[in-house]
Structure formats: structure tokens, C-alpha cells
């Protein structure tokens, strides 16, 4: 009996020195799974899959901003697209997190609407959503820049309910300090998207909008000091 015990306590002291000595032999220090000179190389890639430099400008919205080669149109590579298409204004309140507190931007241009409307929401809804995302942004440091919501072509009653929405919005830009930008003088006449600017589908941009888009962030881009 006493042989068996002294057999059993050695094999188990043989166990944990083998634990000890051998069971973490193949893990590697936490600094070098993530060496730093990896961390340094690390790329921030936007919602259309470019390289973006230390973000200074993030531009939130749906499809027509995604759409947008906004390095390329405002000759910059601090400017991160975060279109999402399909997206209405309550989903694109969903990545401000990610777009915006973690990459601290100087500014954010924001533009949606559009995809509501199609779906039926009521304009005071859609609203209340630009007023949430405009207030968060604007939380986490961030200028808020509203762009105005576009026309679709050739629709009547529904661009009157958009300028009553761009309306409602610059009157709480104006209440809450945050800037407001108007794309219609640029892209619109008379009440409509010029068939310049304007895809078959009547809602989504041409190339040769996105310029003029750039010709209205000019004077933004200027006010703080990023042009």
C-alpha cells in the first residue's frame, strides 16, 4: 500500500512539472502574436475597399454616397466613404461607431433619405432619424455637415416632401449650430435633379455629378481649416 501511494504522488508531481515545462512550450508571448511592427502596418480601408489615411473626413450616407470616388473628386486620401447602399437613416445610425469613434474624423458629411422614402416612411420619422445621427456624431466630437436630401427625378409629390424635409433640417442646423449643406443649387433647377446629374432610375448619380458635389464640400472643407 504505501509503495502504491509514494508510486502515485511521484506521478503526479511528474505531471505538473510536465504541465509547467512543456504545456505552454509552443504558445508565443502576447506581444508577438501581435508584433508591433504589424500594428504599424495595419491599412484602414473604407466601405468601397480604398486605403484612407489618418481620417479626417468621413462621408455617411446610402448608395449615391457610396458611389462617390470622393479621394478622387477632392483630391485627398484623408476622406473615408462610408456609403451603404440600400441603407436607410435609422441602419447608417448603426456605424457610427465604427466610422466615427474609431476613426475621430475633423468632419463628417452626412446625406440620406432617400432609401426611407421608398419604403414609405413618413418624413417626420425620417426626421427624427437625421437629427439622432446629426446629435450623435456631434457627441463624439465629430462636425456634423447635413447634406440635402435629392431629388428623384420627375416624382413631384415626393420632391415636395423632400424639400419639406431639407426645410425641417436646416432649421435644426441653424437651432443646433451644426453646418448645412445644399446640394440643389449645384445638381437641381426648378424643383428637380437636372437630367445632367441623373441615372435612367431617376435617383442615383452620374459621374459628372459628383464634381459639383465636390464644388458645394469646397467652402466646408475651407471653414476648418482642411482645404
Not at 95 to 124: A, M, S, W
Not at 186 to 212: M, R, S, W
Request: charged share 25%; glycine share 8%; hydrophobic share 35%.
Amino acid at each position: 500500500m504505501k509503495n502504491f501511494l509514494s508510486a502515485s504522488i511521484l506521478l503526479n508531481i511528474g505531471l505538473v512539472l510536465y504541465i509547467l515545462l512543456w504545456g505552454n512550450f509552443d504558445k508565443q508571448p502576447v506581444e508577438d502574436e501581435y508584433p508591433e511592427s504589424k500594428i504599424d502596418t495595419m491599412k484602414i480601408v473604407d466601405e468601397k475597399g480604398m486605403e484612407v489615411d489618418t481620417v479626417q473626413i468621413v462621408m455617411l450616407g446610402n448608395s449615391i454616397t457610396y458611389q462617390g470616388d470622393w479621394q478622387e473628386v477632392l483630391n485627398r486620401t484623408d476622406v473615408f466613404n462610408g456609403g451603404k447602399p440600400g441603407w436607410t437613416t435609422q441602419q447608417l445610425s448603426w456605424v457610427i461607431d465604427n466610422f466615427i469613434e474609431t476613426h475621430q474624423p475633423r468632419l463628417c458629411f452626412f446625406k440620406g433619405g432617400i432609401n426611407d422614402y421608398t419604403l414609405g416612411i413618413k418624413t417626420q420619422r425620417i426626421y427624427e432619424n437625421m437629427t439622432m445621427v446629426m446629435d450623435s456624431i456631434s457627441s463624439l466630437g465629430t462636425k456634423p455637415i447635413y447634406t440635402t436630401t435629392l431629388y428623384q427625378r420627375g416624382v413631384v409629390d415626393r420632391n415636395k416632401q423632400i424639400d419639406t424635409l431639407n426645410t425641417r433640417m436646416e432649421e435644426f442646423c441653424k437651432l443646433k449650430g451644426y453646418d448645412f449643406m445644399d446640394l440643389r443649387p449645384f445638381l437641381c433647377e426648378d424643383g428637380d435633379i437636372l437630367d445632367a446629374y441623373v441615372l435612367d432610375d431617376n435617383t442615383h448619380l452620374k459621374p459628372a455629378a459628383y464634381p459639383q458635389w465636390a464644388k458645394a464640400i469646397k467652402p466646408i472643407l475651407e471653414k476648418y481649416g482642411l482645404d
